[in-house]
């Protein structure tokens, strides 16, 4: 499963329904449950961004259906990010090969 940072801003909605927002996330849980998607950690944020959250996927269309259906309901506003741990990045800079390969 690959980890995926979710940024979310909320919605004008979202802010006028502010006192459910810690009911809202277990509905994300069931969600994302449903739909194959692991729930690290949900944290609310001060700043740019209202919440982030960290979750596990299968592959890139299954956490864009899940942001997709999260965004459906109107309350936030997603961004999502690849998360690389040590190991996976270690096995994309194999990839990358030698810096003299790269032509000029």
């Known amino acids: 499963m690959a980890t995926y940072i979710m940024l979310n801003r909320f919605t004008d909605q979202g802010v006028r ?7 809202r996330a277990e509905a994300v849980r069931e969600i994302a449950k449903k739909m194959g998607v692991s729930v690290r950690e949900i944290y609310w944020t001060m700043g740019h961004y209202d919440s982030v959250a960290l979750f596990d996927a299968p592959d890139e269309a299954t956490i864009t259906a899940f942001a997709l259906a999260l965004g459906q309901a109107g ?9 690389f741990n040590g190991e996976e990045m270690k096995s994309v800079l194999k990839k990358v090969g030698q810096r003299d390969a790269v032509p000029a």
């Open 75 to 83: 309350n936030i506003r997603t961004e999502i990010l690849r998360a």
């Open 17 to 23: 329904a502010i006192r459910e927002t810690t009911n």
